[in-house]
């Protein structure tokens, strides 16, 4: 069955510690989002890419890095300068850019700090 | 810029009762508009849009109205169940505008109760 993987489920970071967590798609699709909820607040973008090996940033990508080097994989780093990181992170992949109609979602991950 | 402002939650229903969840928006194009639904600890489903003024978007006896007069979508089910626990997001998505992503309210919590 084609979909997104996000893994791991719970992920713990310590102080100063860089975490990736990982996006798999096996949809086909060219575009990739990572969205951040915080309790009670909607969805926020933190980056999305349109084509491999491009990037672009959303909303709140500061203290956040990522990549696209194959078609099917976009892991999001957060980094030490992520001052508040604990969030449930979600990823999303669409069949083209801008393509909204047609968004799916992995499960989430949740980050929280020790 | 676009926003998406829905009631507050959470909202507490007795089963078999009526839900309205009001959402209003603020866009500069013409958006397609979402309702999403999130289980816990899970990701984001789409549970119905519509893409033009007077559209009607239905699914699993949800139905919500784009009502371009009033910026609205507000979603409704005539009898819900305890199974529709969740938390529902309205979102835009303004395409035609060139942007890349969807525009998310804060959510509201929906509990059934038996």
């Known amino acids: 069955d084609g979909g997104i993987t996000q893994s791991p489920k719970y992920l713990f970071r310590k102080e100063g510690q860089n975490v990736t967590l990982s996006c798999e798609q096996n949809?086909?699709?060219?575009?990739m989002y990572w969205y951040r909820q915080d309790p009670g607040q909607g969805l926020r973008l933190i980056y999305y890419?349109?084509?491999?090996?491009?990037?672009q940033k959303g909303d709140i990508a500061e203290g956040y890095s990522v990549s696209r080097e194959k078609k099917e994989s976009f892991p999001l780093t957060v980094t030490s300068a992520q001052k508040n990181p604990t969030a449930f992170y979600l990823c999303?992949?669409?069949?083209?850019?801008?393509?909204?109609?047609?968004?799916?979602f992995g499960s989430g991950t949740q980050l929280s700090v020790l | 810029g676009n926003s998406v402002t829905q009631m507050e939650g959470p909202v507490t229903l007795s089963e078999e009762a009526f839900l309205t969840i009001n959402c209003t928006y603020t866009a500069t194009g013409y958006p397609s508009l979402f309702w999403y639904v999130q289980y816990p600890g899970e990701g984001l489903q789409l549970l119905l849009k519509a893409t033009k003024a007077d559209d009607k978007g239905s699914n699993k006896g949800f139905e919500a109205t784009y009502r371009k007069e009033t910026t609205s979508f507000h979603l409704e089910k005539g009898s819900v169940q305890v199974s529709d626990s969740a938390v529902y997001f309205c979102a835009l998505g303004d395409s035609g505008a060139g942007s890349y992503q969807l525009t998310f309210g804060k959510g509201t919590k929906l509990s059934v109760i038996p």
């Open positions: 890419s349109q084509i491999v090996n491009d990037f």
């Open positions: 949809l086909n699709h060219d575009a």
């Open positions: 999303a992949s669409s069949p083209r850019p801008g393509v909204v109609e047609k968004l799916f």
